[in-house]
T-cell receptor
Framework: AQSVTQLGSHVSVSEGALVLLRCNYS??????LFWYVQYPNQGLQLLLK??????LVKGINGFEAEFKKSETSFHLTKPSAHMSDAAEYFC????????????FGQGTELSVKP | GAVVSQHPSWVICKSGTSVKIECRSL??????MFWYRQFPKQSLMLMAT?????????EQGVEKDKFLINHASLTLSTLTVTSAHPEDSSFYIC??????????????FGPGTRLTVT
């Protein structure tokens, strides 16, 4: 079965520092990969997605992620954290040929210190 | 564009009663909708996949007789929690795939419904 692993349930950075949220997937066939952000008591907002085009994907709010097949990774980065980036981040995979369902990682809570 | 709404946003009900949650795609048609459950500080767990005009496909371990899903139109899916119990208290989130962009595999999420069963 396909799975997604997010390393670190909680990441804390200082405002202006680099944000790095890690995501690894298990799949023999490269799936579609997504990063979503969730603010408290809200639904999910898509940050970016990888759909087998460019391996470096740019998303909203200055985030980007790089698909590395050799490492089965899809880490999320942002060069300079902002206070408004504090939220829960979920990596998700859409396995090939499974009707578009999403399998989510455990989530990483990002805190940004002033 | 691509807005999904849920109603109600929160609901409190007594144990043993049933609760219906609506999920609507406001500006697009959705042949497929998904229902997720999220416990506090946890990830989203897919409960079922709902396709317009057909029976929902439930994930393993999800009681189909307890969580009734109806996808009657291309813009509306409903989740009914029957004979609710306190352990059903959770945050329920729906998502929808745009019919016109099926191959993008992107899902648009609703704002969620907080269910509390007393």
């Amino acid at each position: 079965a396909q799975s997604v692993t997010q390393l670190g349930s909680h990441v804390s950075v200082s405002e202006g520092a680099l944000v790095l949220l890690r995501c690894n997937y298990s799949s023999s066939v490269p799936p579609y990969l997504f990063w979503y952000v969730q603010y408290p008591n809200q639904g999910l907002q898509l940050l970016l997605k990888y759909t087998s085009a460019a391996t470096l994907v740019k998303g909203i709010n200055g985030f980007e992620a790089e698909f590395k097949k050799s490492e089965t990774s899809f880490h999320l980065t942002k060069p300079s954290a902002h206070m408004s980036d504090a939220a829960e981040y979920f990596c998700a995979v859409s396995p090939y040929n499974q009707g578009g369902k999403l399998i989510f990682g455990q989530g990483t809570e990002l805190s940004v210190k002033p | 564009g691509a807005v999904v709404s849920q109603h109600p946003s929160w609901v409190i009900c007594k144990s043993g009663t049933s609760v219906k949650i609506e999920c609507r795609s406001l500006d697009f048609q959705a042949t497929t909708m998904f229902w997720y459950r999220q416990f506090p500080k946890q990830s989203l767990m897919l409960m079922a996949t709902s396709n317009e005009g057909s029976k929902a496909t439930y994930e393993q371990g999800v009681e189909k007789d307890k969580f009734l899903i109806n996808h009657a139109s291309l813009t509306l899916s409903t989740l009914t929690v029957t004979s609710a119990h306190p352990e059903d208290s959770s945050f329920y989130i729906c998502s929808a795939r745009d019919r016109s962009s099926e191959f993008s595999y992107e899902q648009y999420f609703g704002p969620g419904t907080r269910l509390t069963v007393t």
